[in-house]
């Protein structure tokens, strides 16, 4: 009787309160009471999975900025991809020594050359890696080949015209006309494919040189984005490296951080210190005694190239800042204020006590501008290479009134230019109209 009314009372308990069916995706929900919160170590893991997600959150934000300028960065291969273009920069370095053996070429020729090959770039509207690997080619051909003076504006237009075809899109490249008309028909349309064939044999076909322009890019954003204001001076500084001897030595890495840290400094950012290595302080040594002496010995291409607002104007920011006597100081620009010492001698005292404290002095900002201006030796020993010579290619200057905003830039070359060794003059030749 017992067990009778134990089975009604459960039958009964069932139709009242039916059993629920299981899920179909085999996940059963608890609804049990959940507590009223989470012990203190739950909370702290949450607060640092939430800076964690926040801090995972802004680096994919400055990636998708990046990858909209073009800069393609994958986190996990970051230091293989370095590693390599370490190696790659050692291997299509090109020799200073061996181009001073040339028998023709000088290096005061070189800034004639490199201003050409500046203001074609900025008039097709190149890639800036276009600008660095075509100096390269240009210089590890002739630090293989022996060239002549009446053919290095050609090798200077093949180089450009190879970097082009490996760097930029295929309707911006030049064509074969264009360049026979830059050069104010001096050369065959044959002699520049014949040279490009050349200068690629001498080479071996390695074309994959890291360029500054590549390392100045990963060195702006990690750890985080620089500004764009720093960004253009740093560019405008290592194509001013272009110019000269004293760069040339240098692997593209070492270029770009010293450009970057000067131009952190010349736009008040704080220094890197942990970056900067021994090439760094030599390079930004180099910019800076070059800049202090000799600023008014700048290419007016590349100037007028810098002094538009879409490069933030970053060739006034430089000129500006020496122009006004102002030196790169390896100095902390604030420093700590000096704690204020007891004098002996009893001075100002405050009426509350009777020991005699003098008041403390109000610490005095350090001095960033030298009141020492431009030396006034302006050739030394260490610069005769770039002094003109009889044997000494130039660019026509009778053209370089500045013309109206809407002409440029590709209208820049319109009326082209003669070749380089046309003309045999100093390149600082002054057009009296």
Known sequence: MKDISISSYRSSRSVAYPKKRPSPHGISKSHKTPLLGPPPTCRASSYSAKSAFLQQRQREAQITALRRQGVLLEEEYREDICLYMHEMERYTMSSSQSMDQQPEIRWHMRPCLVDFLVEIHFAFRLRPETLYLTLNIVDRYVSRRIVYIKHYQLVGCAALWIAAKFEDAKERVPTVQEL??????????????????????????????????????????????????????????????????????????????????????????????????????????????????????????????????????????????????????????????????????????????????????????????????????????????????????????????????????????????????????????????
């Open 180 to 433: 026979a008309q830059i050069c104010r028909e001096t050369y065959d349309e044959s002699a520049f494919i014949q040279m490009e064939g050349h200068v690629l044999a001498t080479i071996q076909w390695t074309l994959g040189h890291p360029t500054a322009e590549a390392w100045l890019r990963l060195m702006c954003c990690d750890p985080f984005v620089e500004e764009d204001k720093v960004q253009h001076v740093a560019r405008f500084l290592m194509e001013i490296t272009l110019f000269y001897r004293e760069f040339v030595k240098y692997a593209p890495s070492s270029i770009a951080l010293g450009a970057l840290t000067l131009a952190r400094f010349l736009c008040g950012k704080p220094r890197r210190m942990f970056e900067e290595a021994i090439e760094c302080r030599e390079i930004v040594e180099l910019l800076d005694n070059r800049l202090a002496k000799r600023v008014d010995d700048l290419s007016e291409t590349l100037v007028r190239k810098y002094s538009y607002a879409f490069y933030s104007k970053a060739a006034s920011v430089v000129l500006q800042f020496y122009l006004q006597g102002g030196r790169f100081s390896w100095h902390h620009i604030v420093p700590f204020p000096v704690t204020p010492t007891r004098s002996s001698v009893c001075g100002a005292s405050t009426p509350m006590s009777d020991a005699s404290d003098d008041f403390p002095l109000t610490p005095t900002s350090p001095v960033l501008f030298s009141s020492d201006p431009f030396s006034s030796s302006l050739s030394s020993d260490d610069d005769k290479e770039n002094l003109p010579s009889v044997f000494e290619p130039v660019i026509s200057k009778q053209r370089m009134e500045d013309p109206p905003d809407h002409y440029l830039p590709y209208e820049y070359l319109s009326l082209s230019r003669p070749a380089l060794h046309n003309l045999n003059r100093s390149p600082r030749v002054t057009v009296v109209p």
